[in-house]
């Protein structure tokens, strides 16, 4: 069974800064892909951050420059430094990682973790 477990949201002030983790475990064969999205109230999820297991990066248009993504191979961990963060990235933002166990290869998916930005 395979789990992905986020640490790391809060509440913060406008410009202010906060880090995200995530952790995969279980019967884990290879990690492809790990990123982040995030949904805000009444709107769609949408990708914020990926990487691949090679280091290849893409950011979402409205976080560029802001944020982060970096990932521990060796500890199945990805990371999202968001920093100059505004109100309008308050959402919840959730883990995600394509990832192959002995049975199966699909993306799975963390709890999610609460970031809200006051103004």
């Known amino acids: 069974q395979v789990q992905l477990v986020e640490s790391g949201g809060g509440l913060v002030q406008a410009g202010g800064s906060l880090r995200l983790s995530c952790t995969a475990s279980?019967?884990?064969?290879?990690?492809?892909?790990m990123g982040w999205y995030r949904q805000a109230p009444g709107k769609q999820r949408e990708l914020v951050a990926g990487?691949?297991?090679?280091?290849?990066?893409n950011y979402a248009d409205s976080v560029k420059g802001r944020f982060i993504i970096s990932r521990d191979n060796a500890k199945n961990t990805v990371y999202l430094q968001m920093n100059s963060l505004k109100p309008e990235d308050t959402a919840v933002y959730y883990c995600?990682?394509?990832?192959?166990?002995?049975?199966?290869?699909?993306?799975?998916w963390g709890q999610g973790t609460q970031v809200t930005v006051s103004s």
């Open positions: 995600n990682a394509e990832l192959r166990t002995i049975a199966v290869q699909r993306p799975y």
């Open positions: 279980g019967s884990i064969f290879r990690i492809n892909t």
């Open positions: 990487i691949t297991s090679v280091g290849t990066i």
